[in-house]
């Protein structure tokens, strides 16, 4: 059997309809690229109908949220204040060994020179004035600000002919200054400040001069714009830690945004600059330098051992911050508007990323961290038609390769003509023409969830246990995968813990505790569309098909072609009466599954005439509906009676608007020869004979006598 030729996936067979059994999509033609798609690596083939973990696997490139962000308007930032010397604040001057200097005593202003009282090391706040020139050849025009890791300056560098940074390393504490300097001289990125040089006479770092100005929110700025810089500052993170480097103050003030000119066109860009609390994974002893209002609590097992994760603290804190505005009232509790489902991921992800109570909930690296972002981008943006879309594998999740219509996607099934009734009015009632998914049904479709490359609690004893309780589940051995679940031993919060928990539930039947199980994996993986297909599920298992909608709404707008989302939102808007929202829905699935060659096409037009024919709680199709909907019928393939049961669906419905019933008694027995049982077909021809008008016998009639004649 062929195997997918898909650099993306490369991991299914190809079944005899020439479909992927992993991805669900037609193999690339020989030596064509796919277009536009980005290559994950490290993708694993899903564990059969009932998901589970795949080991050693490594994480697919995070950054695609980047790929849908259009900036718009780049912030200009060529006006530069006039050129003012500025002098050191008090509650910033330190020597070189750290020690507070130059401070206020007895009503009288602190020294800007002298010694410093506790180690004796000279100190000087004056030499840097504007118009002097260091080292012949640095101009210093002004300064650009000042604290315990030094004064930075602004200056021009006569040899290149450019603006320059010089940071007086002479002002700032003695260990950093150095950590700081042997830190950025092996640095290269583009989102991480860059070192030109040393300069021994001070001593001072000549830095890269960014023209823009320290992070900050306009009020024009789009929700995903500023979400894109703080997905630019992952980056920049996540090349600090491969090199076993901690930043230790990402804050507003340490991000500098400007406009850079590339490929022809402006874009918005960030960079991270002041390293100087940089420190390796090595370094011994407490957090001494840091930012209170953005670094973890001062209890937090960060400040004795700090890890990338005290770096992601900061970021999540600094996107919080320039996203208030956003983001839901805490002094105001509610959900906020739900049309904004992007808005509820984003408060989901930073309260993770900031969760005190349970430190070991938050994100362990950058890369764990701008997965989830780059969802949360997707959900954003999904409102806007202009949003440019990536059709992206999960990384969390293995692929849906079941459509899961609920009999939406197929023509009625025969028993729902046999077991019809005929009333006393002569008209036919048949059972809703489909369902939500089975319990059942759905735990089997629902797609597999992979191991988490940067979960630490995922042992092979682990994944053991899970394999066990996913066979217990194929089962139905519902004790079994409880007890399996528990022998795991993984945390209450863990996903994949409340992910099976959630499958557990629905083969039980209780939906309810299901959607319980799945609001914790949104809690843990906000940028996921998984966790939320699975709520819209138990919604509309529990006959809340408007709560239902929200769900498959934002998955279905968000991944138009995920199959299973939009035939769940064309259910449940047929049954809150927007027959043509549910049109809407299974055209615009069919046209994504027809563009980008997915299986379920053809379930997607059928769910498209039905819905135009339904009869569903007393709502009758109109006219033009079932003139369309005989129109596509007959475009559709007719193997397996599928022509003739669409047509009885469609008269089905004409009968019930007309009350003209005899076409439809004349097209059952045509359906009848369909049915696999004799029982089954005489029902159908019953059902036939009782839709027809009585027949009238000439002896029935009667006649009229005439009253004048006689009677013998």
């Known amino acids: 059997m062929a195997r997918c030729n898909r650099p993306d996936c490369g991991r299914g067979d190809v079944d005899f309809q020439g479909f992927c059994s992993a991805c669900s999509r037609r193999p690339l033609p020989p030596s064509a690229p796919e277009a536009g798609r980005a290559t994950p690596a490290g993708q694993s083939k899903p564990a059969g109908p009932v998901p589970g973990p795949q080991a050693d696997r490594a994480r697919p490139e995070p950054w695609w949220g980047l790929d849908l962000v259009d900036a718009g308007s780049v912030p200009d930032f060529t006006d530069e204040p006039a050129d003012v010397e500025l002098t050191v604040p008090e509650e910033r001057r330190f020597c070189a060994n750290g020690h507070p200097v130059g401070r206020a005593h007895d009503g009288k202003p602190g020294r800007v020179k002298g010694f410093c009282p506790h180690c004796l090391d000279r100190f000087d706040f004056t030499r840097s004035r504007v118009g002097g020139t260091i080292a012949g050849r640095y101009d210093v025009k002004r300064m650009l600000g000042a604290g315990g890791f030094g004064t930075a300056l602004l200056a021009r560098d006569r040899n290149l002919g450019t603006d320059v940074v010089l940071k007086d390393l002479s002002q700032s504490i003695a260990k950093t200054a150095h950590q700081e300097r042997d830190a950025l001289l092996g640095l290269r990125h583009d989102s991480i400040v860059r070192i030109y040089g040393y300069e021994p006479e001070g001593p001072y770092l000549v830095l890269e001069y960014v023209r ?401 024919a339904a009869v569903a709680d007393s709502c009758v199709p109109a006219e033009e509906d079932l003139t369309m909907a005989q129109s596509l019928a007959d475009g559709l393939p007719g193997g397996d009676g599928q022509q003739t049961r669409l047509r009885a669906e469609i008269q089905y419905g004409r009968s019930a608007v007309t009350g003209d019933w005899l076409a439809l008694s004349e097209m059952i027995p045509d359906l009848a020869k369909l049915a696999v049982t004799r029982q089954d077909f005489f029902a159908m021809i019953d059902h036939a004979n009782r839709l027809r008008p009585p027949v009238e016998w000439w002896w029935q009639r009667g006649f009229r006598r005439n009253p004048h004649e006689s009677r013998i």
């Open 212 to 612: 823009g100005k320290p992070l900050s929110a306009r009020a024009d700025d789009r929700l995903e714009v500023i979400l894109a810089h703080s997905l630019q500052i992952l980056q920049a993170l996540d090349y600090l830690h491969a090199r076993d480097l901690l930043h230790m103050d990402v804050k507003p003030s340490n991000i500098i945004r400007f406009g850079d000119r590339g490929a022809g066109e402006r874009r918005d860009r960030v960079r991270l600059i002041d390293f100087g609390a940089v420190r390796t994974r090595e370094d011994q002893g407490s957090v001494d330098i840091y930012t209170a209002a953005y670094a973890p609590p001062k209890a937090d097992p960060e400040h004795k051992f700090p890890t990338a994760g005290f770096d992601l603290f900061c970021l999540a804190k600094t996107l919080r911050e320039l996203c208030h505005r956003h983001l839901p009232d805490p002094a105001a509790p509610g959900l906020p508007d739900p049309a904004a489902p992007g808005v509820l991921a984003l408060d989901r992800l930073l309260k993770r990323a900031t969760d005190t109570r349970t430190p070991e909930r938050r994100f362990v690296s950058a890369r764990q961290f701008a997965e989830q972002l780059s969802g949360v981008i997707r959900q954003v943006g999904a409102a806007s038609p202009a949003t440019r879309r990536v059709t992206r594998p999960s990384a969390i999740f293995g692929s849906m390769t079941e459509p899961l219509h609920g009999g939406l996607g197929a023509p009625r099934p025969l028993d729902h003509w046999v077991t019809a009734r005929v009333g006393a009015d002569q008209r036919l009632t048949m059972v809703p023409p489909f369902a939500a998914p089975a319990p059942a049904d759905a735990v089997a479709a629902l797609p597999a969830p992979l191991t988490d490359p940067d979960d630490p609690g995922m042992t092979r004893a682990c994944e053991s246990q899970l394999a066990a309780c996913r066979t217990a589940l194929r089962n139905g051995d519902l004790k079994s995968a409880d007890s399996a679940l528990d022998e795991t031993r993984l945390p209450g919060w863990s996903w994949i813990r409340a992910w099976y928990g959630g499958l557990i539930a629905l083969v039980r039947g209780d939906a309810s505790a299901a959607a319980g199980h799945f609001g914790t994996v949104c809690d843990e993986l906000p940028g996921e569309l998984i966790p939320l297909f699975a709520l819209g599920l138990c919604a509309e298992i529990r006959g809340r098909p408007t709560q239902a909608r929200q769900y498959f709404e934002t998955v279905a707008d968000t991944a138009p072609a995920l199959g299973a989302a939009g035939f769940g939102l064309a259910r449940t808007y047929l049954r809150e009466g927007q027959r043509g929202n549910a049109v809407l829905a299974a055209e615009r699935l069919a046209g994504e599954l027809q563009a980008r060659e997915l299986r379920a096409e053809q379930e997607a037009r059928i769910a498209v005439v039905r819905l135009l």
